[in-house]
């Protein structure tokens, strides 16, 4: 059974354009368990105690170490628990959301989902696939004015997640109905496993 673990990032729910393809995408992997992480209902940023917390083992965490790792730690259990990641990218003032920052900032974790090594950083999830649905006004993906997908599959990378698809309705300001005419056949093509 293949888990789809769905993120939006877009802060409007009703009239978003990434949404309305990671909808697309979910709905191509008829049969799957799907986990929804809708970022309009904000994530809290870290703060003092979760950056010391996450710095100590479990056994020294203070009682208010570990309730500020507590929502980290399920964000992590849902993304190990899926195959698939499919994320709702607005690009927002060239850059991802500030509500997709903070699960990063939440879910990238020392130990838990990247590990120090003689050899350098080494991420610790594999086997993942992640799919960006990306939508911008007028920012082509790709250009030099492009910082939310170059940083995503940096991070992504970074902790083991090298296995990253981008469909995108970019430059919707230019023409939005060919553009998420080309985000749809992009989805409509993407390979899904028996
Ligand atoms: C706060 C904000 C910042 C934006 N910044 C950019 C930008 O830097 N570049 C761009 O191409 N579009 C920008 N846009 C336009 C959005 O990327 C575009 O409206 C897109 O459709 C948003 O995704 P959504 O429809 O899923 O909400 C911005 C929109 C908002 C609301």
Redesign the pocket.
Known sequence: MTTVLRIDS???TK??????LTDRIVARFDGADVITRDLSQPLPQIDETWVNARAKAPADRTDDEASALALSDTLIAELKAADTIVI?L??????V?AALKAWIDLIARAGVTFAYTADGPKGLLDGKRVILAV?????EVGSG?DFATGYMRHVLGFIGITEVEIVA?????LGAEASIKAANDAIDALKIAA
């Open positions: 877009s802060a409007s009239t978003s354009i990434s949404r309305a709702g607005p690009v927002y003032n060239f850059g959301p939508a911008s006004g007028g920012t004015w309705a970019d430059r919707l300001a």
